[in-house]
């Protein structure tokens, strides 16, 4: 038995809307008819009517944290897939902060049976830098490669050294496989929660400058001309990064980047007092940033949208500002904020934003995914373009609630989402 979804739309990157019909058979798209012909016979299948709704390839997320092994009471494999699916993604690629840390090829292979017994949403590991994630010693990239991982990063922290930054981008290099960097050098923060911003300044906290961030961009693009390794810089905030991204780019380098949504629509500005619901890593900028990370993803200096889905459970996000671990959760609001935000007020087309989320982090990190073509996986979400509904607590299916978004009125909702074949939210 296969799966037909018919009378729904696509769209392109240069936003051509197409009325098409889609059958799914044995993991794979196995037909596309354009929709204006003869209704195609759907006897003995299950039907997904998609008629007045978005089909987009499922939206690919590279920068996530699914959080086992180890931290299990903030979200699991299970609870973290189901959490995407729900946000319309069928690709997550998921940071090694684990504990322990994925810095082995065992901890690869305990991620992609946890994954495969999921089942459903695809999980692609990231395998840490250095090993524990410590910034002393570089992990065994062949055997993690071997094991499965699609990249290289200590995400959560900077790679503080230098040389270190270079050796693991020239091994990486050696065998093809990318650097993807949280960047932020530690000398810069020392314990301050907020940007260096106006929100600090009111409440007398020490501030995160930009430059933390913006001297690791500028040393590792250097490093990466040195090395020719594609680097890929995470969770992109300031207006300095954006300035030395697209310099390196003007120069040749194989640098790439992305940008959370919350880093695209809020300022320190927007935060309305001490909650740590409002707080992550990088931290929300001043408005002057939050314009030049927009203007950056829409001249292509950013690559793609990822979420960086960083879920904490209530009792630590209820330490506050000072004491609360950063981060904020990201799959199940990203694409109705985008779209309500920047797509149904006119600023950017459909198959701009489509495409920052499903063929472009494909062709950043040479993956077979984000595309409808016949015989690529089955990878679907359906999305409800037009019904407004509010961001409900009691709805969150991640199983941490740490989001700033809550009780926003949204449109854009997915509601089918088909991962290899699979329903896997509807
Ligand atoms: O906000 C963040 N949360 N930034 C990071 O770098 C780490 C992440 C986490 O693991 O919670
Ligand atoms: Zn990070
Ligand atoms: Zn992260």
Known sequence: MGIWVVNGFTVNALDERVKRHFFIEDGKIAKVLEADGAAPDTAGHTVIDAAGKLVAPGFIDMHVHLREPGFEHKETIATGTRSAARGGFTTVACMP???????????????????????????????????????????????????????????????????????????????????IAHCEDNTLVEGAPVTDGAFARKHGLKGIPNESEAIHVGRDALLAEATGVHYHVCHVSTEMSVRLIRL??????????????????????????????????????????????????????????VTDHAPHSEEEKEKGMMLAPFGILGFETAFPLLYSKFVATGKWTLGFLVERMTAKPAQVFGLPYGTLEVGSAADLTVVDLDTPREVLKEEIVSKSKNTPFIGWQLQGWPVATIASGNIVWS
């Not at 692609?124 to 499965?148: M, Q, V, W």
Request: negative net charge.
């Open 248 to 305: 390196a780019k003007q120069n040749g380098v194989r640098i790439t980047a992305e940008v959370c949504p919350h880093h695209l629509l809020l300022s320190d500005e927007d935060i309305p007092g001490l909650d740590a619901n409002w707080k992550m890593n990088p931290p929300l900028r001043t408005p002057r940033d939050v314009q030049a990370v927009i203007e950056g993803l829409e001249d292509g200096t950013i690559d793609i949208i």
């Open 97 to 179: 902060n684990t504990r322990p840390v994925i810095d082995t090829p065992e901890t690869v292979r305990y991620i992609l049976d946890k994954a495969a017994e999921a089942g459903g949403v695809r999980v692609l590991p990231y395998g840490s830098i250095t090993k524990n994630e410590l910034g002393r010693e570089l992990t065994d990239f062949a055997a993690l490669k071997e094991a499965g991982v699609v990249g290289f990063t200590d995400d959560g922290v900077g790679v503080q050294s230098a040389q270190m930054m270079k050796d693991a981008m020239a091994l990486a290099h050696s065998m093809d496989m990318p650097i």
